[in-house]
């Protein structure tokens, strides 16, 4: 009997030590696999590492650099110092399309000394009625090549690095900070994001230019200390579904060449030194018209969530999915947060603060408004709210409009009041207000937000 128990006993143990061996095995394998993804990620862009040697100091410039830039040389701005500063800079352009080719055309040729290009894709035909460094019998070669081959045609004397791959949150900040200055020539909001959040952490001014059927514009964000950065202006990205691109609406390449020739020349006054840069201020291009306007925008945002004094967003983030959401991922983000009038601060940072666009209603006093405020909030008193003359006028802004709202105040007593009103009001409504006010934010959120 005990003999009897012994063997299955051995059976037993046997089996398990075989089990053991397996789940020890299948750890190994994910080991090794995690280990080659390691190096992955480690190498990533190692190729463009080899280029990232750095770069010559000039002193002076050549005989050939006087003929070859005698032209510009002459400017009173510009000089030999300007030209020496352009010798010895360093400009990163994003996006060798409609834009990136005539930057990257003009900068070379006015002696730009590095210029880094990024692009992930090849040359198609349907690109060339555009983007004019690439040509018949490069279609299918890297755009980042092609436009090398191309701009070493028109000054061999630039250094051209390729980056022939998507500039994404692993690669670039270690990309940007090997550059002085950065063009945004893509075509997408979530690299805009990307390249904002980079270059306003980096300190590296960013000259970013759009254009789509016959109209452009060209702003430099993130430039000195009060130049407004992209989220000043856009703090929430649009809905995917309201943004066109050229290959949906169109575009005429003598547009994306005007805007493009502007990018480089604000890249040559910043880095020289000179002029007046388009910095909080955006240039507004009608091409049916002919028109050129300026127009003010803002400066630096007090509380902007990247580059004011005490920022929430200190890391690059997932920008695909901070711009991909549609509005079904909207709707079901709000769905996470329940039918409930109530809503944890922490959700609203997490799921709703950066994603949803909506409305955010500071119920306290103007005065204790003037004290601290959230990002984006708009200050409503309760008394106002209460009153049903503004209610009134409310309803009729609200008209139309599916934003929800949210309501916050100081510890969650007044939002509430507030809510309870407004859905009384407008009950088809998402109103929702923030449970523990700014107390709960400055516990759960951000422990620098003033408390009092
Ligand atoms: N994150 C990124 N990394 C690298 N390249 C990018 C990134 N985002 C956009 N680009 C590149 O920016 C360029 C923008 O060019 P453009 O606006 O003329 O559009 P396109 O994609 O070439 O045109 P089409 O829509 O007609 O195919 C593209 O070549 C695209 O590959």
Known sequence: MIAAAADSFEVEKAKLCRKIAELQAALNAKDQKLRELQTRADNYGAEDEVQFAPRDKHEALSNDDIARYSRQLILTDFGVSGQLKLKNSAVLIVGMGGLGCPAAQYLASAGCGNLGLVDYDQVERSNLHRQTLHTVSRCGMSKAESARIALLELNPHCRIICH???????????????????????????TRYLLNDACSMLQRPLVSGSALKLDGQ?????????GPCYRCIYPVPPPPEAVTNCGDGGVL????????????????????????????????????????????????????????????????????????????????????????????????HNLVAQTVPHLLLDVRAPAEFEICQLPDATNVPLAQILDDSYIQRFAEQLKNKQYPIFVVCRRGNDSQIAVQHMKARFPDHSIRDLEDGLHGWTKLVDQNFPIY
């Open 253 to 348: 390449g003598a547009v994306t060449g005007t805007i493009g020739a502007m990018q480089a020349l604000e890249a040559i006054k910043v880095i020289v030194g000179f002029g007046d840069v388009l910095a909080g201020r955006m240039l507004i291009f009608d091409g049916n018209s002919c028109q050129f306007r300026n127009i003010k925008i803002r400066g630096k945002r007090p509380n902007c969530h990247l580059c004011s004094a005490q920022p929430l967003i200190t890391g690059l983030i997932d920008y695909e999915l901070f711009c991909g959401m549609n509005a079904n991922d909207k709707d079901n983000a709000l769905q996470l947060l329940g039918p409930e009038q109530r809503i944890k601060v922490l959700d609203y």
């Open 218 to 226: 060209l702003t430099v964000y993130c430039y000195g200390e009060h």
């Open 164 to 190: 022939s791959h998507l500039l994404n949150s692993f690669n670039a900040m270690h990309i940007i900070r090997a550059y002085d200055v950065v063009l945004d020539c893509s075509d997408n909001v979530a």
